[in-house]
């Protein structure tokens, strides 16, 4: 079993940025890839980022490529989401999970095991 704790959320002006955190315990980190999602309320949770078990590999979504970036640091086993140019729309609660493969993946259904969220508001 894998604990997953973030951190790093609060609440911003748009424009600001925020970086969060996601650290793992209980399991071999490295070998699995990481994802970000992120659920808004009174909406469907959604794909944020991925990145595979080496850093080698992310994906991101449309709307958060350019302005949001994944990094992984497997000696602190740690995940990170960059998050720059907020804007209101992107206010949630975002969740870091670990996947069932060393691949990135779009899908929750991949992913094993989540972390309790962390909130993030950004204010006009």
């Known amino acids: 079993q894998v604990q997953l704790v973030e951190s790093g959320g609060g609440s911003v002006q748009a424009g600001g940025s925020l970086r969060l955190s996601c650290a793992a315990s209980?399991?071999?980190?490295?070998?699995?890839?990481m994802g970000w999602f992120r659920q808004a309320p009174g909406k469907e949770r959604e794909f944020v980022a991925t990145?595979?078990?080496?850093?080698?590999?992310?994906d991101y979504a449309d709307s958060m490529k350019g302005r949001f970036t994944i990094s992984r640091d497997n000696a602190k086993n740690t995940v990170y989401l960059q998050l720059n140019s907020l804007k209101p729309e992107d206010t949630a609660v975002y969740y870091c999970?670990?996947?069932?493969?060393?691949?990135?993946?779009?899908?929750?259904?991949?992913?094993?095991?989540w972390g309790q969220g962390t909130q993030v508001t950004v204010s006009s």
């Open positions: 209980g399991r071999t980190f490295s070998r699995y890839a």
């Open positions: 999970a670990v996947a069932n493969t060393g691949f990135v993946s779009r899908y929750p259904t991949q992913y094993a095991n």
């Open positions: 990145i595979s078990w080496s850093g080698g590999s992310t």
